[in-house]
């Protein structure tokens, strides 16, 4: 593969992706939204109310100040997210899901059935394999 005109091999046919398929394929799109580490499971925590930057430090086990502050304003920037920030002493900073997080939800509901039936059951290949969170998603 190349840079400019990635090629993947689907069968017996090659298959051309262009870059300006990324401008206009909506899943790599969506994909480029939710796919850092972390992300899916702060979309998780706002949805379920936890709103706060310190609950979801909490929250999210093993994530470190930086990399949640990173996230939710990646979140923020792509519009799935809004922060409001509240001028008191000390100063309160509220998240909140946007229209755009809240369709992202069921996404995060779907995944969840997918590693329930496939990757935690006995019928699935990761038969009692753990995502380390003990929570689930």
């Given at each position: 593969m190349h840079a400019g005109n990635p090629t993947q091999q689907e069968g017996s046919e090659i298959v051309h992706?262009?870059?300006?398929?990324?401008?206009?394929?909506?899943?790599?799109?969506?994909?480029?939204?939710?796919?850092?580490?972390?992300?899916?499971?702060?979309?998780?925590?706002?949805?379920?109310g936890i709103n706060r930057f310190s609950a979801l430090e909490r929250s999210l086990v093993g994530i470190s100040p930086k990399t949640l502050s990173e996230r939710l304003k990646s979140l923020e920037k792509a519009g799935v997210i809004t922060r409001?920030?509240?001028?008191?002493?000390?100063p309160r900073v509220e998240y909140a899901l946007t229209d755009r997080g809240v369709d992202l939800i069921p996404?995060?509901?779907?995944?969840?059935?997918?590693?329930?039936?496939?990757l935690m059951s006995a019928n699935g290949s990761g038969a009692g394999r753990s995502n380390g969170n003990s929570r689930g998603v």
């Open positions: 992706h262009s870059t300006s398929d990324q401008d206009t394929c909506p899943v790599l799109k969506t994909a480029d939204i939710i796919s850092g580490k972390w992300t899916l499971l702060v979309l998780r925590d706002l949805s379920q409001t920030s509240y001028a008191e002493v000390p996404l995060i509901d779907h995944m969840r059935d997918y590693g329930t039936k496939w």
